[in-house]
């Protein structure tokens, strides 16, 4: 199982995941590098989303496929956007227009607090009945305008209140470091190495 389709297209989760796998004997494909198209997402959960993602790769590949869906969660909004953080302000995606809803649904707002939420899923194959699951939570809270200009999605308007700082003017590593994605890449990685 070292050779692993990533089940996304989006190019910052494919160098986020790149980065953290980096350390590890896994070789990561992208889908669409194998003319995998990107599955349906049509649950309320990310669970549920993350398995048909990585059960769509596994099956249309034939390989292990490792699979997320994460988001934000917003406290005042009742926990949106949520599994719909990537389309929060419609098709065709876009991250500027995500945080630019993001921040009128907030307007006037006090209660910032946000979390950003990943679930992991790695199946060894297509029909595979025990997936590994991981999970990571991030916590922060929304700033009123953008700060910085890496990471992507709402990176710039996530503060870390530890550091004083959005997301997106972390260097890479550090985000790495706290992320809800490297939290449960860690977590992932723990498991597959219990399993040797």
């Not at 700060?147 to 550091?163: H, I, K, N, Q, T």
């Amino acid at each position: 199982m070292k050779r692993l389709v990533l089940a996304s297209n989006n190019a910052g989760k494919l160098r986020e995941f790149g980065e953290l796998l980096a350390p590890f004997d896994f070789e990561l494909q992208p889908q669409a590098a194998l003319g995998v198209s990107e599955a349906e997402e049509p649950h309320e959960t990310f669970i549920e989303n993350a398995l048909v993602k990585a059960r769509h790769a596994a099956r249309s590949t034939g390989l292990a496929a490792l699979a997320d869906d994460s988001g934000l969660c917003v406290a005042a909004l009742g926990g949106a956007p949520g599994v719909y953080s990537a389309r929060y302000a419609g098709e065709p995606k876009s991250d500027q227009r995500n945080n630019e809803r993001l921040l009128a649904e907030l307007a006037g707002t006090s209660d910032r607090r946000a979390h950003y939420y990943c679930v992991l899923v790695l199946l060894r194959h297509g029909d595979d009945p025990e997936p590994l699951i991981a999970t990571g939570a991030w916590h922060g809270e929304i700033l009123r305008q953008a700060r910085g200009d890496g990471g992507f999605g709402y990176d710039p308007l996530f503060l870390v209140p530890e550091f004083g700082c959005s997301a997106a003017e972390l260097a890479a590593e550090k985000k790495n470091a706290l992320s809800h994605r490297g939290q449960a890449m860690r977590q992932m990685v723990a498991e597959l190495r219990g399993q040797r």
